[in-house]
Every structure is written in C-alpha cells, then in structure tokens.
C-alpha cells in the first residue's frame, strides 16, 4: 500500500482535516464576506492574495461570483429572486441544494454584472484563478502526496465542507430556525452563540442587521472566532477594521427629543424595534388570547404576535392574513401597536423627508404614544427620549 511523505496517526489525520477545513472557512469569513462583500475591513495585499490562493485551492469559487451572489441575497432577502431562501424555496431545498442554487445564480451575467463591482480583476484572475478545476486539482495531488490514500479522503472533506455549512446550513438554517438579536426586516437567525465550526457565521442575525460590520458578534456570550482572527491580523498590520456594531448610549430622557436624539434612534433602528417588540411581547399575547376566546377561532397566535408587532407575514396564508386583518379590528390595542409599529419604522425608512421633518414625525409618535392609555408604549416613548449619539 503506497503511503504519503507524512504518516499520522488515525486522530493526526482528522486533526489535519479539520484544520485545512477550517483556514478555508476563516478565508471565506474574513476574505469572501466581511473584506469582499461587505467591505467591512480593508486587508493587506499579502493576507488578500493568501486567501485568494487558499480558496482556488481548496473551493475553486470565484471571488466576484461570490460577492455578487452574496450581496444580490441581501439586496432581494426573502423575495422570489433572492438567490437562496428557505423561507421561498423552502427549507429542504437550501439546505441540501445549496451549492447548486450557488452555482445557478453565479452563472447569472446579469448577477454579476449588477453586484460583483469592485472584485479582483488583476492578471491572476484572469488567468489563474478564473480556472476553478487547475486549483482543486493540485489540492488533490498534494494531498495524496503528502497522506498517500488517506488523502483523498481529506481532500474529499475539504471539497464538502463550504457546500454543507456555508451554502447549506447557514443559508438554510440560518433563515430558518434561531434565536434573533435583532428584529431585522428579514428572517436571519442566529443559530448558536458559538461561531467556530462556520467562523463565526452563524451568528446570522447579527450580521444581517449589520452587513457592514467586520465583528458578527453582539451579545458577551456570543463568540465569533472570525472576528478573533481579524484582531489577530490588525496586530500584525495585515488587516485594517473599518466598521462594528454600534452600541446603542442611553442618557437622562429629554423632554423634547432633538436632532441628536433622532440620529442615534436612525444608527440603532434595530435596537429600537427589538425593544419595542420586547417592551409589548406580552400585551400582544394577553390580547390574542382573548381574542381567540371570543372569536371561538383557532389562529396561529405566534403568526399573529409577530404580524402584529414586526409586520412580518412572509409566513402567512392568504386566507390566513384577511382572517387576522378581520380579528385585529376588534382590539383597540393590537390595532394601535400595529399603527404605532408602522409609523415608528416610517421615521428611518427610505423617505425624502428632511432631518427637520423626521423629527417632527417622532416628536408627533412620541406624542401619541403617551396618551395611548397603553402603560407599555409610554414606558417606551420614555426609552426612546433617552438614545443618545
């Protein structure tokens, strides 16, 4: 039996595997999504052309077919030309057909021409890396080289490992099922507080609500070991952090809430809509309840919290939203929250209006929330005078 330059043992060799596998997952998070995509850090050109090299090694992607696919999925997230949805395609077809809606959309000239700007277009892209096949070739002869047969195996692992977790699990799953930070405008969860088998992807959520930041975490038991390596290569003068999460700053509540009160409510909109869900989560639920009783029907009371409170219906029926639409009129208080809800996101929506006239609009929400007679819109108008920049 032909054996490699390098015998290990059994475990040596999973270890290898596992360490291959994971500089390719930090390339994709730091040098992919956060540097190429987001634009969330600047990298030097020696860590740049590393990762570059890595991944035609051990992926054979395209780093404007990447970036283009990636941001065509937040521009269109959960819409019918959003390139990998589950809460469109459903979850089975994500999750286990991942990599193929991957290469269908990146075979789109129309994708790439709308959202690949600002991609590698040197002599080495053109001519070498361009040629995905030459680069997982030679990952397959080193390998086999270096661990004789059980390299094929590691190769094996190595070729599985960005289909399975990036285009499947945190495609899939990270819009699917998780907890959420943030009450963003789309389904991105977060799927556990540990970012290392996926370098810090799975906190999804997070970035969704902040795609331009280069640290993916946002709570102290959340680790994004992406994030981890990024301070590591600053150190070094390698890599140059542009933008993180912004903490939202609290002060004494003004009595008239001013213009710098108005920016800091803009800068952290998703931190005021998780509040404002948070602040009326229970109300909602008391008043579904008795509208359940009173009605004698049977509504998905979760569907409706969350129509209520987010105005997401992407999981609701037809039928299902007229029935709720009907059932709402009947409650004063779900009837407000909604209203409320609606006027509250209108403040940072894509609008024409003035700085002046913004404030004017949260001055009048302000206003209405205080002689809502809803002790849990007033506690909040309350927290909302309090942001400040």
């Known amino acids: 039996m032909l054996a490699g330059l390098i015998d290990l043992p059994w475990w040596g060799y999973i270890l290898v595997a596992l360490g291959l596998t994971h500089v390719t997952i930090a390339s994709v998070t730091i040098?992919?999504?956060?540097?190429?995509?987001?634009?969330?850090?600047?990298?030097?050109?020696?860590?740049?052309?590393?990762f570059r090299a890595w991944l035609w090694l051990t992926t054979g992607m395209v780093t404007k077919e990447w970036a283009a696919v990636h941001r065509k999925h937040h521009a269109k997230c959960e819409t019918a030309d959003d390139p990998h949805s589950p809460q469109v395609l459903g979850i089975r077809k994500v999750l286990f057909e991942g990599a193929e809606l991957y290469?269908?959309?990146?075979?789109?000239?129309?994708?790439l021409a709308r959202y690949g700007h600002g991609t590698p277009d040197d002599w080495l892209e053109r001519h070498i890396y361009r040629h995905s096949i030459v680069g997982i070739s030679?990952?397959?002869i080193t390998d086999l080289v270096l661990f004789g047969p059980l390299g094929l195996t590691i190769w094996a692992v190595q070729m599985m490992w960005i289909p399975i977790w990036a285009a499947g699990v945190v495609n899939g799953l990270g819009h699917y099922i998780g907890y959420r930070n943030f009450d963003c405008s789309d389904?991105?969860?977060?799927?556990?507080?540990?970012?290392?088998?996926?370098?810090?992807?799975?906190?999804?959520?997070?970035?969704h609500s902040f795609a331009t930041s280069a640290k993916l975490s946002a709570k102290w038991y959340e680790f994004d070991i992406g994030w981890m390596y990024i301070r590591m290569l600053a150190l070094l003068g390698l890599a140059k952090v542009r933008k993180?999460?912004?903490?939202?700053?609290?002060?004494?509540?003004?009595?008239?809430?001013?213009?710098?009160?108005?920016?800091?409510?803009i800068t952290h909109r998703y931190d005021v809509m998780?509040?404002?869900?948070?602040?009326?989560?229970?109300?909602?639920?008391?008043?579904i309840e008795r509208l359940a009783a009173t009605h004698g029907r049977s509504f998905n009371p979760r569907a409706l919290r969350r129509w209520v409170l987010s105005g997401e219906d992407r999981n609701l029926a037809p039928d299902d939203r007229r029935t709720l639409e009907l059932v709402i009129v009947d409650s004063?208080?779900?009837?407000?929250?909604?209203?409320?809800?609606?006027?509250?996101?209108?403040?940072?929506?894509?609008?024409?209006a003035s700085r002046e006239q913004l404030l004017k609009q949260?001055?009048?929400?302000?206003?209405?929330?205080?002689?809502?007679?809803?002790?849990?819109?007033?506690?909040f108008s309350f927290r909302l005078r309090q942001y400040t920049a």
Not at 103 to 111: D, M
Not at 245 to 260: M, R
Not at 332 to 352: H, K, P, Y
Not at 364 to 378: H, K, N, P, V
């Open 138 to 140: 030679i990952m397959l």
């Open 362 to 379: 949260l001055h009048d929400w302000i206003a209405r929330a205080e002689q809502s007679g809803i002790a849990q819109l007033q506690e």
């Open 31 to 50: 040098f992919l999504h956060r540097h190429q995509a987001h634009r969330a850090l600047e990298l030097h050109p020696i860590a740049s052309h590393f």
């Open 103 to 111: 290469r269908a959309e990146a075979g789109n000239k129309e994708t």
């Open 332 to 352: 004063a208080a779900l009837s407000t929250i909604a209203s409320m809800r609606r006027d509250l996101v209108a403040i940072w929506g894509r609008s024409t």
């Open 187 to 207: 389904a991105a969860t977060n799927l556990v507080p540990w970012g290392i088998l996926i370098g810090g992807e799975e906190l999804h959520n997070n970035h």
């Open 244 to 265: 993180v999460i912004p903490s939202p700053k609290f002060g004494e509540a003004k009595n008239v809430p001013d213009l710098d009160t108005l920016q800091a409510i």
């Open 274 to 287: 998780t509040r404002y869900v948070a602040s009326l989560k229970r109300l909602c639920g008391d008043e």
